[in-house]
């Protein structure tokens, strides 16, 4: 498991018309385990794109980015860290209502 220790969220929009409703960009500054097979010594980030439509919200897709080189890493979060993420996302989302 992995600690967020700082994000950032935009409003982000969808020019194409190809996802329905509203889209978030979160940029999560993680901290993980250095036994943690992610664990680089440059940070990570995870940028997740986050949906909302009609009351209803989910996670539509996430990127593992090592900070120092903004290379992509091949990972996918365990079904516990997905449920973290989510929860964190859906808490905040609205922020970047506020932001407008």
Do not use: H, N, W
Request: with cysteine; glycine share 4%.
């Amino acid at each position: 498991m992995f600690e967020i220790t700082a994000y950032t969220v935009e409003s982000v929009p969808d020019k194409f018309g190809i996802i329905t409703g509203k889209r978030y960009e979160f940029m999560l500054e993680i901290e993980v385990s250095e036994e943690d097979e992610l664990y680089s010594e440059d940070g990570l980030f995870l940028r997740v794109i986050y949906k909302e439509d009609e009351g209803r919200t989910g996670i539509v897709k996430y990127e593992f980015i090592e900070r120092s080189t903004s290379k992509y890493l091949d990972f996918e979060l365990d079904d516990e860290e997905t449920a973290f993420v989510e929860s964190f996302c859906k808490e905040r989302y609205m922020e970047s209502e506020d932001q407008d």
